[in-house]
């Protein structure tokens, strides 16, 4: 079982920046992606970044140029830096990770989700 802690959330006004950043724990044989999505009131749940171990990042839309993802391999983490924050960016932010591990049937691939950090932009 995997673990994902998050933290960096909080208020900012808008054109604000924020960093957050999830640290993955627990028995992982190996990380396939690590990302970010998030949620807001009356929203569905969206990508707003992903960083696949092997493969290219990708945001959405409505974040390019204004948030950046990385990922610390060693330490199984991720960050996601959010600059020019607007206040439609206001949403809970969950960590996800997809790891692949050993299960009875061979390789398996499973999603953990943190428990959110909220982000909140004022105008």
Known sequence: QVQL?????GSVRAVGSLRL???????IFRIKTMGWYRQAQVKQRELV????????TNYADSVKGRFTISRDTANNAVYLAMNSLKPED????????????????GLVDYDFWGRGTQVTVSS
């Open 5 to 9: 802690v998050e933290s960096g959330g």
């Open 21 to 27: 950043s999830c640290a993955a724990s627990g028995v």
């Open 49 to 56: 970044a992903a960083i696949p171990t092997d493969g290219d």
């Open 90 to 105: 206001t949403a809970a932010y969950y960590c996800k990770v997809t790891t692949t591990e050993v299960g009875l049937q």
